[in-house]
């Protein structure tokens, strides 16, 4: 079984920075994807980044892309989200999520249905 623990969350104002970070414990494949996603109030999920394997390849919604940066470091764990200019429509909850998918395109990397265990999420809330 994987566990996936975000943490980093927070209430900031608006064109502030967090940095968010996915911590993936327990049984797991040495190389896996790590996707962030976001569900805001009233609101379905939706992709907001993600990383290959190696970190080489990254995704990025186009209202996040220019703002916000995923990185793992060296070890591959954990995997970050830096946010930074953070607009009110930030305002959600983030999840991490774990893929083990070798599938290419970048469907594999932005769809759900390619990742395999989530966590628990954390609350960002931009003030304006």
């Known amino acids: 079984q994987v566990q996936l623990s975000e943490s980093g969350g927070g209430l900031v104002q608006v064109g502030d920075s967090l940095r968010l970070s996915c911590e993936v414990s327990?049984?797991?494949?040495?190389?896996?994807?790590i996707g962030w996603f976001r569900q805001a109030p009233g609101k379905g999920r939706e992709f907001v980044a993600a990383?290959?394997?190696?970190?080489?390849?990254?995704y990025y919604a186009d209202s996040v892309k220019g703002r916000f940066t995923i990185s793992r470091d060296n070890a591959g764990n954990p995997v970050y989200l830096q946010m930074d200019r953070l607009e009110p429509e930030d305002t959600a909850v983030y999840f991490c999520?774990?893929?083990?998918?070798?599938?290419?395109?970048?469907?594999?990397?932005?769809?759900?249905?390619?990742?395999?265990?989530w966590g628990q999420g954390t609350q960002v809330t931009v003030s304006s």
């Open positions: 990383t290959s394997r190696g970190g080489a390849y990254t």
């Open positions: 327990g049984r797991s494949f040495s190389e896996y994807r």
């Open positions: 999520a774990h893929s083990t998918a070798n599938a290419r395109g970048s469907n594999a990397y932005t769809l759900e249905r390619y990742y395999q265990y």
